[in-house]
């Protein structure tokens, strides 16, 4: 079964603080990998994706990703109030034609005014 | 507004009833998923079709369930004798394959409850 972990949470933050969310797949062949943000209620919206080792910035956000270690986290800096949602990490579904993307449960995360 | 639309937003129905959703992705883009969650998980994927041809299905995917892109636009999505387990957030989203990476954009969901 291959699996994409992350912390439930809740993960609380002070305002202005930096957050970091992370995930780790259980799928070496996995090649991309994505981060969307849900809020409550609504659908997932893709915040950025990853493919190559290393960081990876946009905006307030950097992505991060270590293929030896398996391991995908997302940095959010300066988080604001309206940051406060559940952060998914996705790894595209590989081999024999598979697409599409397995999802962890994810972070639900609190960002503290 | 160009993003992926789905319809209806909200269905309640009885056990043993069929229900039908219906997805408009981008409209440029050649893929089209399917995905199912539930409250505290993340998606599950369910199908995706590439233009008209449905290249995989999820084991989670029982005989009951069915998806259609006839022309390869729009998809429909059926479930018949509809069971209270069968009560999720269906999402459908679409991307334009190409290159290393795929970036899916989601509708805003059809909520089903099944009473």
């Known amino acids: 079964q291959k699996e994409v972990e992350q912390n439930s949470g809740p993960l609380s933050v002070p305002e202005g603080a930096i957050a970091s969310l992370n995930c780790t797949y259980s799928d070496r062949g996995s090649q991309s990998f994505f981060w969307y943000r849900q809020y409550s209620g609504k659908s997932p919206e893709l915040i950025m994706f990853?493919?190559?080792?290393g960081d990876k910035e946009d905006g307030r956000f950097t992505a991060q990703l270590n293929k030896a270690s398996q391991y995908v986290s997302l940095l959010i800096r300066d988080s604001q109030p309206s940051d406060s949602a559940t952060y998914l990490c996705?790894?595209?579904?590989?081999?024999?034609?598979?697409?599409?993307?397995?999802f962890g449960k994810g972070t639900h995360l609190i960002i503290q005014p | 507004d160009t993003g992926v639309s789905q319809d209806p937003r909200h269905k309640i129905t009885k056990r043993g009833q069929n229900v039908t959703f219906r997805c408009d992705p981008i409209?440029?883009?050649?893929?089209l998923y399917w995905y199912r969650q539930t409250l505290g998980q993340g998606p599950e994927f369910l199908t995706y079709?590439?233009?008209?041809?449905?290249?995989?299905k999820s084991r989670l995917l029982s005989d009951r369930f069915s998806a259609e892109r006839p022309k390869g636009s729009f998809s429909t999505l059926e479930i018949q004798r509809t069971e209270q387990g069968d009560s999720a957030m269906y999402l459908c989203?679409?991307?334009?394959?190409?290159?290393?990476?795929?970036?899916?954009?989601f509708g805003q969901g059809t909520r089903l409850t099944v009473v």
């Open positions: 409209s440029e883009h050649n893929r």
């Open positions: 996705a790894v595209n579904r590989s081999g024999g034609g598979a697409d599409g993307l397995t």
């Open positions: 079709f590439q233009n008209e041809a449905q290249l995989e």
């Open positions: 989203a679409s991307s334009l394959a190409h290159g290393l990476v795929t970036e899916a954009f």
């Open positions: 990853i493919y190559s080792n």
